[in-house]
């Protein structure tokens, strides 16, 4: 369990992370959502004494990190950029992080298997793909087979088939009782893996919330109706609680009504309907809206078509 | 993922101790960082083969031009010195390896690895210290000793050598390999608390090499009074047995410099517990 209180990180003038609070449960996967620059990184840095809070504090099953006899057994961290000498074999990289616990030779083989590693973990690790660098980073992060572990940016580099891997290898570490603690900025690779979501977004928090309430809040409200009597059907709907806007002359997307009553509604008034949809809004779009003004750099084009799109509506 | 579970029950029964942090256990790990990388290795070779080498070089090179020396040129002549000659090539390859030893792991993000581990950070030092100086003494005292022997040889040609019964020259020969050792252990320092390879080793050279020239051109009567106490100077008084009346004794300098790095590494230690990594 990680338990994050008032966690404020200043760099300067910047503040990184603000007064956050959260708790991370064991058994498991728990995503960490923010956009590029939100804090995520450095929040997790600051749970393995990487980096020293300006306020507030971190415990992981109820200890601060440096505080344990043998850390590397408590957490197995894999952090977003590589953390490996490039001139080092990946073999030998693995040997000195075990040694300094006295972890046996043998269990670093094992984690070399277990990573995929063995054919190239007598090279030097600056060779490396990407790829191969985050499984070597996970594999340090097994080394211990620690009851926690964080890991920023897991699958950033990987094919399909070693993001695959992860998935379930996160899944199975849950499944074990272990606490497992990922970042991420891409809400659909959360929505496949984790069960419980932090949200972040400039250093605050935004939503914690399961992975499934989230979904639920996000689908949206909005259905999709076609009929040749638009303009009849809208203002038979349209109420203080309801919006309906139009896209093409035909069709129009109706805000706070189920389905079931637009149909009704229109049964009941003799208006045709060629199409009577419910908008499930995806996962991204929900996650756009939950933290659009938590965004740290806007790129100009979108904002540009923000614009715009507001002017027609 | 059967191989999960596989894994996770072989280490509880594979492990004969419990896993935990030692200081010891960190300086084996400081041992396998150390020599697990080429460069480290050519760069030990290469300070082995500058102290050997050009220690027997300048010795053949002295005794051929004996009969031609002037008196003038004579004056002063340390056999010793001379035959240890390479100790002031040797530096630059030891101060570099000294510097990279925290550098390297600030510019690949290996640190971050390292003080994941030891996350009181304190013991990393240390070991790496240790486990630096203790090969850079080994190694560089037998290089000295090879030197003297081989440069020895050399001088007998013209009977102008010395051996290690005379006063002074047994500490000058060890003295070498002391020197180079408190210059890897400078570097050290440097590289943990400028965190920067080129800052680290243009710093290191600039105390060591430079600030003797800059002191050399203040007014005499000041210069006089600073040069000796310089890092590189008071270091150096030990390598030489003639010695030269405004240097410092050989172990008082030796200490003088020994302290300067003693201060160098305090401040890396502060540095590195109060600095996010």
């Known amino acids: 369990m990680i338990e994050v209180r008032g966690l404020t990180k200043r760099y300067g003038e910047k503040i990184a992370v603000s007064d956050l609070s959260f708790t991370v449960q064991p058994g498991i996967v728990t995503g960490f959502l923010g956009p590029n620059g939100s804090g995520k990184s450095t929040t997790m840095r600051m749970i393995i004494g990487l980096d020293r809070p300006t306020a507030g504090s971190v415990t992981v099953d109820g200890r601060r990190y440096r505080d344990f006899a043998a850390p590397l057994t408590e957490v197995g961290a894999l952090l977003e950029a590589r953390a490996v000498h490039t001139g080092r074999s990946a073999f030998n990289h693995l040997l000195a992080l075990a040694q300094t616990h006295g972890i046996p030779r043998r269990r670093v083989d094992e984690v070399i298997d277990l990573v995929g590693l063995a054919e190239v973990a007598r090279k030097r690790a600056g060779g490396f793909s990407l790829g191969m660098g985050q499984r070597l980073g996970i594999a340090s992060a097994l080394l211990a087979d620690p009851s926690t572990f964080i890991l920023d940016e897991p699958v950033n580099g990987l094919d399909p088939e070693g993001i695959r891997w992860i998935r379930n290898l996160l899944k199975a570490l849950a499944a074990e009782g272990r606490t497992v603690f990922v970042s991420s900025h891409l809400m659909s690779e959360m929505a496949l893996t984790a069960e419980h979501l932090i949200v972040i977004g400039r250093g605050r928090l935004i939503a914690d919330t399961s992975v499934e309430e989230f979904v639920r809040r996000a689908s949206g409200t909005v259905v999709r109706v076609r009929t040749p009597q638009a303009s009849k059907l809208r203002d038979l709907l349209i109420s203080a609680d309801v919006t309906v806007t139009s896209v093409v002359s035909d069709t129009l997307e ?41 965004v740290e750099f806007h790129g100009a084009a979108s904002a540009g078509a923000a614009a715009a799109l507001e002017g027609q509506v | 993922m059967t191989t999960i579970t596989a894994a996770a029950s072989a280490t509880s029964h594979s492990a004969p101790g419990r896993p935990r942090l030692t200081q010891a256990r960190i300086v084996r790990s400081e041992w396998t960082k150390l020599r697990s990388l080429r460069s480290t290795l050519f760069t030990l070779l290469a300070a082995v083969l500058f102290v050997v080498g050009l220690g027997i070089l300048i010795s053949w090179g002295r005794a051929s031009h004996w009969s031609q020396e002037s008196p003038g040129d004579r004056f002063g002549f340390d056999p010793t010195n001379t035959s240890l000659s390479g100790t002031y090539l040797a530096q630059l390859a030891i101060g570099v390896l000294g510097v990279l030893a925290f550098s390297g792991e600030y510019a690949t993000g290996m640190i971050r690895a390292t003080l994941g581990a030891v996350p009181k950070r304190l013991p990393v030092l240390w070991a790496k210290a240790g486990v630096f100086a203790v090969v850079t003494f080994v190694l560089m005292t037998i290089a000295a000793i090879v030197a003297f022997l081989g440069g020895q040889a050399m001088l007998s040609a013209k009977h102008i050598q010395t051996n290690l019964t005379h006063p002074g020259v047994l500490t000058a020969v060890i003295g070498a390999g002391l020197y180079l050792t408190v210059v890897g252990l400078l570097g050290v320092a440097l590289g943990a608390l400028l965190r920067s390879t080129a800052g680290g080793i243009a710093t290191l050279f600039g105390i060591l090499l430079v600030l003797p020239l800059i002191v050399h051109f203040l007014p005499s009567n000041w210069s006089r009074h600073i040069e000796r106490y310089l890092p590189s100077n008071a270091g150096q008084s030990i390598i030489n047995v003639v010695h030269d009346p405004s240097a410092m004794q050989p172990w008082t300098g030796f200490f003088l410099f020994l302290g300067y790095a003693v201060i160098a590494v305090a401040a890396a230690a502060l540095v590195l517990v109060r600095r996010d990594a």
């Open chain 1, 254 to 294: 109706v805000t706070g009504l189920p389905s079931e009553r637009i149909g009704e509604a229109a049964a009941g008034a003799g208006v045709t309907l060629y199409e009577l949809t419910p908008q499930q809004a995806s996962l991204e779009e929900a996650f756009m809206d939950l933290t659009r003004d938590a």
